[in-house]
């Protein structure tokens, strides 16, 4: 029942910036964690960074640190993905995702998460 509705994607070039926004269906929604994954061509899913459902932790992906953040805006039920110096090893389609409510543990896993959204592509030119 949870639906998810990522947007902001688009065609960029390196060092450009994004902001991804991930809009969530279920309320409350400050019960959810959001968790942000992305997939490149012929490869798998991989972890990009999550929030926890209190707002007071976040995690990423070793790829992503000190370029992307996580954030979120209780009031509007969206989360976020703020992309800075974007680079062409970032182009794929990045997904958001929920796990069950109040779940706050392992969320750089695939499993952890029961909802996903359709994704938005990303392509950064050199």
């Known amino acids: 029942q949870v639906q998810l509705a990522e947007s902001g994607g688009g065609l960029v070039q390196a060092g450009d910036s994004l902001r991804l926004s991930c809009t969530v269906s279920e309320r409350p929604f400050s019960s959810y964690a959001v968790g942000w994954f992305r997939q490149a061509p012929g490869k798998g899913r991989e972890f990009v960074g999550a929030?926890?459902?209190?707002?007071?932790?976040?995690l990423s992906g070793e790829s992503a640190k000190g370029r992307f953040t996580v954030s979120r805006d209780n009031a509007k039920n969206t989360a976020y993905l703020q992309m800075n110096n974007l680079k062409p090893e970032d182009t794929a389609i990045y997904y958001c995702?929920?796990?069950?409510?109040?779940?706050?543990?392992?969320?750089?896993?695939?499993?952890?998460?029961?909802?996903w959204g359709k994704g938005t592509q990303v392509t950064v030119s050199s």
């Open positions: 929030i926890s459902w209190s707002g007071g932790n976040t």
């Open positions: 995702a929920v796990p069950p409510i109040f779940s706050d543990y392992d969320l750089d896993r695939e499993l952890t998460y029961d909802f």
